[in-house]
Protein backbone atom coordinates (compact mmCIF):
# COMPACT_ATOMS: atom_id res chain seq x y z
CA UNK A 1 0.00 0.00 0.00
CA UNK A 2 1.51 3.19 -1.05
CA UNK A 3 0.12 5.45 1.86
CA UNK A 4 2.25 7.74 4.26
CA UNK A 5 1.90 7.30 7.96
CA UNK A 6 2.46 10.58 9.99
CA UNK A 7 2.75 9.85 14.19
CA UNK A 8 2.77 12.78 15.98
CA UNK A 9 4.89 12.29 18.87
CA UNK A 10 6.53 16.02 19.58
CA UNK A 11 4.40 16.48 22.90
CA UNK A 12 6.10 16.15 26.39
CA UNK A 13 2.95 14.65 28.37
CA UNK A 14 3.73 17.12 31.15
CA UNK A 15 0.72 14.91 32.94
CA UNK A 16 3.16 11.66 33.01
CA UNK A 17 5.29 13.50 35.53
CA UNK A 18 8.31 12.59 33.62
CA UNK A 19 11.84 13.56 33.13
CA UNK A 20 11.07 11.79 29.50
CA UNK A 21 9.39 12.22 25.92
CA UNK A 22 5.61 10.68 27.24
CA UNK A 23 5.52 8.41 23.83
CA UNK A 24 9.13 6.64 25.47
CA UNK A 25 7.16 4.84 28.17
CA UNK A 26 6.97 1.29 27.73
CA UNK A 27 4.71 -1.20 27.41
CA UNK A 28 5.48 -4.67 27.85
CA UNK A 29 9.02 -3.53 27.39
CA UNK A 30 8.34 -1.82 24.62
CA UNK A 31 8.49 2.11 24.05
CA UNK A 32 5.13 3.39 23.35
CA UNK A 33 6.16 4.81 20.05
CA UNK A 34 7.48 1.62 18.43
CA UNK A 35 4.32 0.10 19.01
CA UNK A 36 2.35 2.64 16.69
CA UNK A 37 5.79 2.66 13.91
CA UNK A 38 5.52 -1.40 13.63
CA UNK A 39 1.42 -1.24 13.26
CA UNK A 40 2.03 0.71 10.32
CA UNK A 41 5.07 -1.17 9.00
CA UNK A 42 2.93 -4.27 9.04
CA UNK A 43 0.02 -2.33 7.88
CA UNK A 44 1.75 -1.99 5.03
CA UNK A 45 2.30 1.95 4.49
CA UNK A 46 5.45 2.62 2.32
CA UNK A 47 6.43 5.21 4.17
CA UNK A 48 6.60 6.83 8.41
CA UNK A 49 7.54 9.95 9.77
CA UNK A 50 7.88 10.57 12.94
CA UNK A 51 7.39 14.18 14.11
CA UNK A 52 9.81 14.74 17.28
CA UNK A 53 9.92 17.53 19.46
CA UNK A 54 10.15 17.63 23.16
CA UNK A 55 13.40 15.22 24.25
CA UNK A 56 14.24 15.10 20.34
CA UNK A 57 17.51 13.42 21.22
CA UNK A 58 15.94 10.50 22.93
CA UNK A 59 13.31 9.97 20.49
CA UNK A 60 15.76 10.25 17.42
CA UNK A 61 17.95 7.75 19.34
CA UNK A 62 14.48 5.79 19.60
CA UNK A 63 13.42 5.81 15.99
CA UNK A 64 16.76 5.51 14.46
CA UNK A 65 18.08 2.83 16.58
CA UNK A 66 15.05 0.33 16.24
CA UNK A 67 15.08 1.03 12.18
CA UNK A 68 17.93 1.50 10.79
CA UNK A 69 17.97 -1.12 9.19
CA UNK A 70 14.14 -1.51 8.21
CA UNK A 71 12.92 -2.20 4.70
CA UNK A 72 9.89 0.30 5.30
CA UNK A 73 11.70 4.34 4.92
CA UNK A 74 10.99 5.44 8.90
CA UNK A 75 12.21 9.25 9.65
CA UNK A 76 12.10 11.63 12.37
CA UNK A 77 10.93 15.03 11.55
CA UNK A 78 11.72 17.54 14.13
CA UNK A 79 9.05 20.30 14.93
CA UNK A 80 11.63 23.04 16.35
CA UNK A 81 8.41 24.93 17.29
CA UNK A 82 5.52 23.49 18.85
CA UNK A 83 1.97 25.06 17.31
CA UNK A 84 -0.31 22.58 17.53
CA UNK A 85 -0.88 19.10 15.36
CA UNK A 86 -1.95 21.35 12.11
CA UNK A 87 1.91 22.60 12.26
CA UNK A 88 3.46 18.85 13.13
CA UNK A 89 1.50 17.70 9.81
CA UNK A 90 2.68 20.81 7.87
CA UNK A 91 6.33 20.26 9.17
CA UNK A 92 6.05 16.76 8.33
CA UNK A 93 4.50 17.24 4.56
CA UNK A 94 7.09 19.96 3.62
CA UNK A 95 9.79 17.95 5.33
CA UNK A 96 9.65 14.81 3.21
CA UNK A 97 7.61 16.70 0.37
CA UNK A 98 4.99 14.40 0.45
CA UNK A 99 1.64 15.65 -2.05
CA UNK A 100 -0.29 12.68 -2.92
CA UNK A 101 -1.11 9.41 -1.69
CA UNK A 102 -3.46 8.31 1.48
CA UNK A 103 -1.92 9.84 4.53
CA UNK A 104 -2.95 8.73 8.19
CA UNK A 105 -2.01 10.91 10.60
CA UNK A 106 -1.72 8.74 14.27
CA UNK A 107 -0.77 10.31 17.54
CA UNK A 108 1.80 8.89 19.20
CA UNK A 109 0.15 7.66 22.40
CA UNK A 110 -1.94 4.64 20.92
CA UNK A 111 0.06 1.93 21.47
CA UNK A 112 -3.02 -0.98 21.08
CA UNK A 113 -3.81 0.16 17.28
CA UNK A 114 -3.28 -2.52 15.15
CA UNK A 115 -2.04 -3.01 11.84
CA UNK A 116 -5.44 -4.07 10.08
CA UNK A 117 -6.94 -1.03 11.51
CA UNK A 118 -4.15 1.48 10.18
CA UNK A 119 -4.55 -0.72 6.68
CA UNK A 120 -8.28 -0.39 6.85
CA UNK A 121 -8.26 3.26 7.99
CA UNK A 122 -6.06 3.88 4.95
CA UNK A 123 -7.94 2.42 2.51
CA UNK A 124 -11.08 4.73 2.94
CA UNK A 125 -9.30 7.31 1.20
CA UNK A 126 -7.35 5.70 -1.37
CA UNK A 127 -9.83 6.14 -3.80
CA UNK A 128 -10.41 10.15 -4.04
CA UNK A 129 -13.84 9.57 -3.23
CA UNK A 130 -12.90 10.79 0.83
CA UNK A 131 -10.42 13.92 0.97
CA UNK A 132 -10.50 13.00 5.14
CA UNK A 133 -11.94 10.56 7.43
CA UNK A 134 -12.07 10.59 11.43
CA UNK A 135 -11.19 7.49 13.35
CA UNK A 136 -14.32 7.22 15.87
CA UNK A 137 -14.73 4.60 18.69
CA UNK A 138 -17.28 3.88 20.82
CA UNK A 139 -15.68 3.29 24.71
CA UNK A 140 -17.36 1.94 27.73
CA UNK A 141 -17.04 5.40 29.66
CA UNK A 142 -17.40 8.15 26.65
CA UNK A 143 -16.32 11.05 29.07
CA UNK A 144 -13.62 13.35 27.90
CA UNK A 145 -13.49 12.50 24.38
CA UNK A 146 -14.90 14.77 22.09
CA UNK A 147 -18.11 13.56 20.57
CA UNK A 148 -19.08 13.01 17.07
CA UNK A 149 -22.01 14.81 15.70
CA UNK A 150 -23.04 13.62 11.92
CA UNK A 151 -25.61 15.20 9.51
CA UNK A 152 -28.35 13.48 7.52
CA UNK A 153 -25.51 12.71 4.90
CA UNK A 154 -23.45 10.76 6.72
CA UNK A 155 -21.02 13.60 6.93
CA UNK A 156 -19.47 14.94 10.07
CA UNK A 157 -21.33 17.97 11.26
CA UNK A 158 -19.20 18.78 14.00
CA UNK A 159 -16.94 17.66 17.12
CA UNK A 160 -17.98 18.84 19.84
CA UNK A 161 -15.34 18.57 23.20
CA UNK A 162 -16.81 17.54 26.41
CA UNK A 163 -16.18 20.57 28.12
CA UNK A 164 -18.57 21.97 25.28
CA UNK A 165 -21.64 19.15 25.46
CA UNK A 166 -24.56 19.85 26.78
CA UNK A 167 -26.13 17.33 29.41
CA UNK A 168 -28.42 16.05 26.43
CA UNK A 169 -25.26 16.04 24.20
CA UNK A 170 -23.41 13.90 26.52
CA UNK A 171 -25.66 11.23 27.02
CA UNK A 172 -26.81 10.71 23.50
CA UNK A 173 -23.50 11.36 21.35
CA UNK A 174 -21.38 8.23 22.43
CA UNK A 175 -19.68 8.39 18.96
CA UNK A 176 -16.40 9.54 19.60
CA UNK A 177 -13.10 11.05 18.35
CA UNK A 178 -10.06 8.86 18.51
CA UNK A 179 -8.29 11.73 17.38
CA UNK A 180 -6.74 10.21 14.46
CA UNK A 181 -7.02 11.64 10.61
CA UNK A 182 -6.42 9.90 7.08
CA UNK A 183 -6.23 12.32 4.40
CA UNK A 184 -6.21 12.43 0.73
CA UNK A 185 -2.81 13.60 0.30
CA UNK A 186 -3.35 15.72 -2.46
CA UNK A 187 -6.13 17.64 -1.10
CA UNK A 188 -4.12 17.79 2.48
CA UNK A 189 -0.85 20.13 0.84
CA UNK A 190 -3.24 21.61 -0.83
CA UNK A 191 -5.16 23.25 1.99
CA UNK A 192 -2.74 22.05 4.71
CA UNK A 193 -2.01 26.22 4.61
CA UNK A 194 -5.18 27.73 5.70
CA UNK A 195 -5.35 26.40 9.31
CA UNK A 196 -5.26 29.83 11.36
CA UNK A 197 -4.25 29.96 14.51
CA UNK A 198 -7.28 32.42 15.73
CA UNK A 199 -7.96 30.46 19.47
CA UNK A 200 -6.54 30.36 23.14
CA UNK A 201 -3.82 28.74 22.41
CA UNK A 202 -2.64 30.74 19.16
CA UNK A 203 -1.92 26.84 17.78
CA UNK A 204 -2.69 25.25 14.74
CA UNK A 205 -5.19 22.65 15.00
CA UNK A 206 -5.53 19.72 12.84
CA UNK A 207 -9.13 19.11 13.38
CA UNK A 208 -9.92 22.56 11.47
CA UNK A 209 -9.21 20.47 8.28
CA UNK A 210 -12.49 19.36 8.58
CA UNK A 211 -14.59 22.49 7.91
CA UNK A 212 -11.40 23.77 5.27
CA UNK A 213 -12.21 20.55 3.29
CA UNK A 214 -15.82 20.60 3.23
CA UNK A 215 -15.53 24.37 2.40
CA UNK A 216 -13.83 23.34 -0.78
CA UNK A 217 -16.32 20.79 -1.66
CA UNK A 218 -14.75 17.85 -0.29
CA UNK A 219 -16.16 14.99 1.41
CA UNK A 220 -15.38 13.85 5.23
CA UNK A 221 -16.77 11.16 7.06
CA UNK A 222 -15.81 8.96 9.86
CA UNK A 223 -14.26 5.00 10.23
CA UNK A 224 -15.28 3.50 13.34
CA UNK A 225 -13.10 0.82 15.14
CA UNK A 226 -14.75 -2.02 16.25
CA UNK A 227 -12.45 -2.60 18.90
CA UNK A 228 -12.68 0.67 20.56
CA UNK A 229 -9.29 -0.50 22.57
CA UNK A 230 -8.03 0.45 19.08
CA UNK A 231 -8.13 4.32 20.15
CA UNK A 232 -7.23 4.63 23.66
CA UNK A 233 -4.63 6.70 24.39
CA UNK A 234 -1.83 7.46 27.50
CA UNK A 235 -1.90 10.42 29.09
CA UNK A 236 -1.02 9.43 32.65
CA UNK A 237 0.53 6.40 34.45
CA UNK A 238 -2.95 5.19 35.45
CA UNK A 239 -3.55 4.95 31.57
CA UNK A 240 -0.08 3.96 31.35
CA UNK A 241 -0.68 1.12 33.53
CA UNK A 242 -4.69 0.11 32.26
CA UNK A 243 -3.18 -0.18 28.23
CA UNK A 244 -0.25 -2.76 29.13
CA UNK A 245 -3.28 -4.55 31.45
CA UNK A 246 -5.57 -4.39 27.82
CA UNK A 247 -2.33 -5.28 25.88
CA UNK A 248 -1.15 -8.20 28.27
CA UNK A 249 -4.43 -9.80 27.40
CA UNK A 250 -4.21 -9.52 24.37
CA UNK A 251 -0.83 -10.95 23.75
CA UNK A 252 -2.09 -14.19 26.33
CA UNK A 253 -5.17 -14.81 24.68
CA UNK A 254 -3.72 -15.10 21.19
CA UNK A 255 -0.83 -17.38 22.77
CA UNK A 256 -3.39 -19.41 24.33
CA UNK A 257 -5.43 -19.54 20.81
CA UNK A 258 -1.80 -21.10 19.42
CA UNK A 259 -1.52 -23.91 22.25
CA UNK A 260 0.32 -22.00 25.03
CA UNK A 261 -0.60 -23.28 28.79
CA UNK A 262 -1.17 -20.31 30.83
CA UNK A 263 -1.43 -20.44 34.66
CA UNK A 264 -2.76 -17.23 35.31
CA UNK A 265 -2.41 -15.32 32.36
CA UNK A 266 -2.87 -12.00 34.39
CA UNK A 267 0.51 -12.94 35.92
CA UNK A 268 2.33 -13.24 32.55
CA UNK A 269 4.14 -10.14 30.65
CA UNK A 270 4.87 -10.89 27.28
CA UNK A 271 6.21 -8.73 25.06
CA UNK A 272 4.92 -8.16 21.63
CA UNK A 273 8.25 -9.51 19.39
CA UNK A 274 7.89 -12.34 21.76
CA UNK A 275 7.35 -16.14 20.09
CA UNK A 276 6.16 -19.29 21.81
CA UNK A 277 5.52 -22.58 20.67
CA UNK A 278 2.98 -25.13 21.68
CA UNK A 279 2.05 -27.03 24.72
CA UNK A 280 5.02 -24.30 26.31
CA UNK A 281 3.51 -23.83 29.83
CA UNK A 282 3.67 -20.30 31.19
CA UNK A 283 4.04 -20.09 34.33
CA UNK A 284 2.91 -16.59 36.88
CA UNK A 285 5.17 -13.90 37.15
CA UNK A 286 7.26 -14.79 33.96
CA UNK A 287 8.17 -11.72 31.68
CA UNK A 288 9.21 -11.75 27.99
CA UNK A 289 10.69 -8.68 26.76
CA UNK A 290 11.96 -7.85 23.13
CA UNK A 291 12.90 -10.45 20.64
CA UNK A 292 12.67 -13.86 22.50
CA UNK A 293 11.46 -17.26 21.12
CA UNK A 294 10.24 -20.21 23.03
CA UNK A 295 10.40 -23.71 21.60
CA UNK A 296 7.87 -26.32 22.36
CA UNK A 297 7.07 -27.89 25.10
CA UNK A 298 9.07 -25.60 27.72
CA UNK A 299 7.80 -25.12 30.97
CA UNK A 300 8.41 -21.30 31.20
CA UNK A 301 8.61 -19.54 35.27
CA UNK A 302 7.82 -19.13 37.39
CA UNK A 303 9.92 -15.77 38.61
CA UNK A 304 11.22 -16.23 35.19
CA UNK A 305 12.81 -13.07 32.92
CA UNK A 306 13.96 -13.49 29.36
CA UNK A 307 15.35 -10.48 27.18
CA UNK A 308 16.21 -10.64 23.57
CA UNK A 309 16.99 -14.60 24.22
CA UNK A 310 16.17 -17.35 22.43
CA UNK A 311 14.61 -20.73 23.85
CA UNK A 312 14.80 -24.40 22.48
CA UNK A 313 12.63 -26.89 22.68
CA UNK A 314 11.80 -29.42 25.97
CA UNK A 315 13.44 -26.38 28.29
CA UNK A 316 12.72 -25.83 31.96
CA UNK A 317 13.03 -21.84 32.74
CA UNK A 318 12.73 -21.85 36.59
CA UNK A 319 13.10 -18.31 38.08
CA UNK A 320 15.90 -17.38 35.90
CA UNK A 321 17.08 -14.14 34.61
CA UNK A 322 18.57 -14.34 30.86
CA UNK A 323 19.47 -11.62 28.88
CA UNK A 324 20.72 -11.91 24.60
CA UNK A 325 21.09 -15.53 26.08
CA UNK A 326 21.32 -18.46 23.66
CA UNK A 327 19.69 -22.21 25.63
CA UNK A 328 19.06 -25.02 23.15
CA UNK A 329 17.25 -28.02 23.90
CA UNK A 330 16.48 -30.13 27.05
CA UNK A 331 18.20 -27.26 29.19
CA UNK A 332 17.46 -26.32 32.68
CA UNK A 333 18.23 -23.28 33.92
CA UNK A 334 17.73 -22.39 37.74
CA UNK A 335 15.58 -21.94 40.46
CA UNK A 336 17.64 -18.87 40.74
CA UNK A 337 19.80 -18.84 37.94
CA UNK A 338 21.43 -15.90 35.92
CA UNK A 339 22.58 -16.17 32.12
CA UNK A 340 24.36 -12.64 31.41
CA UNK A 341 24.96 -11.88 27.90
CA UNK A 342 26.91 -14.07 25.66
CA UNK A 343 26.01 -17.11 27.35
CA UNK A 344 25.00 -20.23 25.27
CA UNK A 345 23.73 -23.27 26.42
CA UNK A 346 24.01 -26.37 24.42
CA UNK A 347 21.25 -29.31 24.06
CA UNK A 348 20.78 -30.79 27.39
CA UNK A 349 23.24 -28.72 29.79
CA UNK A 350 22.24 -27.19 33.36
CA UNK A 351 22.58 -24.48 34.89
CA UNK A 352 21.43 -25.04 38.60
CA UNK A 353 20.18 -23.17 42.04
CA UNK A 354 22.68 -19.69 42.26
CA UNK A 355 24.27 -20.01 39.13
CA UNK A 356 25.91 -17.14 37.42
CA UNK A 357 26.90 -17.09 33.70
CA UNK A 358 28.27 -14.54 31.46
CA UNK A 359 29.87 -14.67 27.89
CA UNK A 360 30.58 -18.73 28.13
CA UNK A 361 29.60 -21.48 25.97
CA UNK A 362 28.27 -24.94 28.29
CA UNK A 363 29.11 -27.88 25.97
CA UNK A 364 25.88 -30.33 25.29
CA UNK A 365 24.69 -32.53 28.61
CA UNK A 366 27.83 -30.47 30.83
CA UNK A 367 26.09 -29.32 34.67
CA UNK A 368 26.54 -26.26 36.24
CA UNK A 369 24.79 -27.35 39.59
CA UNK A 370 24.82 -25.11 42.12
CA UNK A 371 26.12 -21.84 43.66
CA UNK A 372 28.73 -21.26 40.68
CA UNK A 373 29.80 -18.81 38.51
CA UNK A 374 31.66 -19.03 35.10
CA UNK A 375 32.43 -16.72 33.06
CA UNK A 376 34.44 -15.88 29.42
CA UNK A 377 34.83 -19.44 29.58
CA UNK A 378 34.27 -22.18 26.55
CA UNK A 379 33.06 -25.99 28.18
CA UNK A 380 32.94 -29.07 25.93
CA UNK A 381 30.61 -31.82 26.16
CA UNK A 382 29.81 -34.14 29.44
CA UNK A 383 31.49 -31.35 31.80
CA UNK A 384 30.47 -31.55 35.57
CA UNK A 385 31.05 -28.25 38.14
CA UNK A 386 31.08 -28.66 41.40
CA UNK A 387 29.34 -26.25 43.95
CA UNK A 388 31.24 -23.51 45.14
CA UNK A 389 33.53 -23.07 41.96
CA UNK A 390 34.12 -19.94 39.45
CA UNK A 391 36.17 -18.95 36.70
CA UNK A 392 38.74 -16.15 37.33
CA UNK A 393 38.43 -14.14 34.26
CA UNK A 394 40.04 -10.33 33.88
CA UNK A 395 41.36 -9.08 30.86
CA UNK A 396 45.04 -9.60 29.84
CA UNK A 397 47.51 -9.48 27.01
CA UNK A 398 48.95 -12.83 27.47
CA UNK A 399 48.77 -15.29 24.90
CA UNK A 400 47.15 -18.69 25.98
CA UNK A 401 46.79 -21.99 24.04
CA UNK A 402 43.30 -23.72 23.91
CA UNK A 403 43.20 -27.52 23.96
CA UNK A 404 39.41 -28.79 24.08
CA UNK A 405 39.73 -31.94 21.67
CA UNK A 406 43.09 -32.74 20.81
CA UNK A 407 43.30 -29.23 18.65
CA UNK A 408 45.42 -25.84 19.94
CA UNK A 409 43.96 -22.61 18.76
CA UNK A 410 46.13 -19.54 19.84
CA UNK A 411 44.17 -16.40 21.03
CA UNK A 412 45.85 -13.49 21.61
CA UNK A 413 44.97 -9.76 22.69
CA UNK A 414 43.98 -7.22 25.22
CA UNK A 415 40.25 -9.83 26.19
CA UNK A 416 38.44 -10.95 28.74
CA UNK A 417 39.97 -14.12 29.80
CA UNK A 418 38.30 -16.96 31.51
CA UNK A 419 38.85 -20.77 31.36
CA UNK A 420 38.78 -23.73 29.11
CA UNK A 421 36.99 -27.22 30.04
CA UNK A 422 37.44 -30.09 27.56
CA UNK A 423 35.20 -32.80 27.50
CA UNK A 424 33.94 -34.70 30.10
CA UNK A 425 36.05 -32.79 32.63
CA UNK A 426 34.97 -33.24 36.66
CA UNK A 427 35.47 -30.09 39.00
CA UNK A 428 35.59 -30.64 42.83
CA UNK A 429 33.65 -28.05 44.74
CA UNK A 430 35.03 -24.89 46.24
CA UNK A 431 37.91 -24.73 42.98
CA UNK A 432 39.11 -22.07 41.20
CA UNK A 433 39.95 -21.92 37.37
CA UNK A 434 42.14 -19.45 37.17
CA UNK A 435 42.53 -16.88 33.59
CA UNK A 436 43.70 -18.66 30.75
CA UNK A 437 43.81 -22.11 32.67
CA UNK A 438 43.26 -24.83 30.35
CA UNK A 439 41.51 -28.97 31.63
CA UNK A 440 42.47 -31.22 28.93
CA UNK A 441 39.00 -33.90 27.81
CA UNK A 442 38.30 -36.26 30.80
CA UNK A 443 40.72 -35.23 33.60
CA UNK A 444 39.44 -34.53 37.20
CA UNK A 445 40.21 -31.29 39.16
CA UNK A 446 40.07 -32.29 43.39
CA UNK A 447 38.03 -29.98 45.68
CA UNK A 448 39.51 -26.77 46.84
CA UNK A 449 41.65 -26.50 43.65
CA UNK A 450 43.09 -23.33 42.00
CA UNK A 451 44.32 -24.22 38.70
CA UNK A 452 46.58 -22.97 36.62
CA UNK A 453 47.91 -23.12 33.33
CA UNK A 454 47.27 -26.23 31.31
CA UNK A 455 46.21 -29.49 32.65
CA UNK A 456 46.88 -32.42 30.52
CA UNK A 457 44.07 -34.35 29.13
CA UNK A 458 42.91 -37.38 31.20
CA UNK A 459 45.10 -36.45 34.29
CA UNK A 460 44.22 -36.06 38.01
CA UNK A 461 44.87 -31.99 39.39
CA UNK A 462 44.93 -31.71 43.11
CA UNK A 463 44.56 -29.09 45.17
CA UNK A 464 47.69 -28.59 45.96
CA UNK A 465 48.66 -27.61 42.61
CA UNK A 466 50.63 -30.78 41.36
CA UNK A 467 49.42 -33.02 38.45
CA UNK A 468 49.44 -36.88 38.96
CA UNK A 469 49.96 -39.36 36.60
CA UNK A 470 47.76 -39.80 33.71
CA UNK A 471 45.30 -42.24 33.86
Known sequence: MDATAIILAAGEGTRMKSNHCKVSHKILGKPMVQWIVDATIKAGCSRVVVVIGSH???????????????????????????LGTGHAVKVALEACGITEGPVVVLNGDLPLITADTVAKFAQTVATGELACTVMTMTPPDPFGYGRIKLGADGQIERIIEQKDCTPEQAATLLECNAGCYAFDGAQLAAHINEIGNDNAQSEY????????????????????????????????????????????????????????????????????????????VVWPQTHLIGHVTVGEECQLGPNSRLTD??????????????????????????????????????????????????KSTIGEGSKVPHLSYIGDTTMGPGVNVGAGSITSNVKSDKTHVVVTDGAERIDTGRKKVGAMLGDGVEVGCNSVL?????????????????????????????????IAAQR
Not at 59 to 81: F, N
Not at 263 to 277: C, E, H, K, L, N
Open 56 to 82: ADEMRALIDGAYASSATKVECVEQTER
Open 205 to 280: YLPDMLEILKSHGQAVSIFHCDDYRDGLGVNSRIQLAQLTAIARDRINEHWMAEGVTFIDPTQAWIGPDAVIGRDT
Open 434 to 466: NPGSVIGRGSRVYPLSSVRGTVPAASIYKRSGD
Open 309 to 358: TTVGSGCTIDETIAIEAVIENGVDCGPRAYLRPGTHMLDGSKAGTHVEIK
